[in-house]
């Protein structure tokens, strides 16, 4: 069902540090910071050959992420996102074979204007996963 490995997000306490590791020493090309106040992250994406790297900072009191960077001071790997065909039938199959889906179930506008859904990190292996709507 899944396809190419869309993204890699990282969760970090301090976007500018992060972008500077990546874009200077690593030498990667990182773009200018995207706050989304919706999903209560500010994101940059880091441009690679074979697929992105997102580093996402906190914003706002009620980030979704703040309880992660409280267990991981210095970040650290938050989740994995795959492409899929079809979001909804994604999301009927992950519900009928008994997977957690995080939140209210149906698929929201994520960083990159397409459906997503999450799923528990409790039935995938201790990783939460992201299913991204391909284009
Ligand atoms: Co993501």
Known sequence: MIGRLNH????????????KIYRDTLGAKVSEPVPLPEHGVTTVFV???????????????QSPIAAFIEKHPKGGMH???YEVDDIYEARDRMVELGATI????????????KPVIFMHPKDFAGTLIELEQKD
């Not at 890699?8 to 972008?19: N, Q």
């Not at 441009?47 to 009191?61: A, V, Y």
């Not at 995080?102 to 204007?113: K, Y």
């Open 8 to 19: 890699i997000a990282i969760a970090v306490p301090d976007l500018e540090e992060a972008t």
């Open 47 to 61: 441009d690679l050959p074979n697929t992105k790297i997102e580093l996402i900072e906190p914003l706002g009191g």
């Open 79 to 81: 989740h994995l996102c």
């Open 102 to 113: 995080v939140g209210t179930g149906e698929p929201s506008i994520g960083a990159h204007d």
